[in-house]
T-cell receptor, first 114, second 115 residues
Framework: SQTIHQWPATLVQPVGSPLSLECTVE??????LYWYRQAAGRGLQLLFY??????ISSEVPQNLSASRPQDRQFILSSKKLLLSDSGFYLC?????????????FGSGTQLSVL | AQKITQTQPGMFVQEKEAVTLDCTYD???????LFWYKQPSSGEMIFLIY??????QNATEGRYSLNFQKARKSANLVISASQLGDSAMYFC????????????FGSGTQLTVLP
């Protein structure tokens, strides 16, 4: 069966520090990979998605970036964090490309930028 | 305009009773998919149920069913025989065929099941 791992679970970082969140998927090949952010009490906002190694699409311009160095690895990064980067970050994977494409999420990372 | 609207920030239901969580959507795309996810306090988003725009019958998955009223653009989630473990945040989401990667979420409904 497929599993998705996301770490760390919580992170407290000072403003201006770098960020690296990692997500890996097991049990499937060539998945679509996603990074979402959830502000407190809000729905999810799509940040990045990737349909293959080295292929990254950005939905929201910001100081975050994403990379996919391996088929089942997706990394969210920042060179200098802002206070507004605080939030709950969720990685997700899927197979397929239709409007019935179901996303399966990791357990999330709670990021607090102080 | 909001693509997904969930008008109930919070709902309460007695254990073993049924509850309906409302969701309305806005799209001009004839082909789209509607999803419900559950987010317990642990934070993980759990897929519950899917309804395609061309599906003739309402989707069902165990105690979950989706009351799909296409003309009214509503996709309400019905949970039968509520359990204490159903207490969580519930999100409605939509994917339009011409926005292939964008799964748009509503603001969610916090459901509390009372013993």
């Amino acid at each position: 069966s497929q599993t998705i791992h996301q770490w760390p679970a919580t992170l407290v970082q000072p403003v201006g520090s770098p960020l690296s969140l990692e997500c890996t998927v097991e049990g499937t090949s060539n998945p679509n990979l996603y990074w979402y952010r959830q502000a407190a009490g809000r729905g999810l906002q799509l940040l990045f998605y990737s349909v293959g190694i080295g292929q990254i699409s950005s939905e929201v311009p910001q100081n975050l970036s994403a990379s996919r160095p391996q088929d089942r690895q997706f990394i969210l990064s920042s060179k200098k964090l802002l206070l507004s980067d605080s939030g709950f970050y969720l990685c997700a994977w899927s197979n397929g490309a239709g409007d019935d494409e179901k996303l399966f999420f990791g357990s999330g990372t709670q990021l607090s930028v102080l | 305009a909001q693509k997904i609207t969930q008008t109930q920030p919070g709902m309460f239901v007695q254990e073993k009773e049924a509850v309906t969580l409302d969701c309305t959507y806005d799209t001009s795309d004839p082909s789209y998919g509607l999803f419900w996810y559950k987010q317990p306090s642990s934070g993980e988003m759990i897929f519950l149920i899917y309804q395609g725009s061309y599906d003739q019958q309402n989707a069902t998955e165990g105690r979950y069913s989706l009351n799909f009223q296409k003309a009214r653009k509503s996709a309400n989630l019905v949970i039968s025989a509520s359990q204490l473990g159903d207490s969580a945040m519930y999100f409605c989401a939509m994917r339009e065929a011409n926005s292939a990667r964008q799964l748009t979420f509503g603001s969610g409904t916090q459901l509390t099941v009372l013993p």
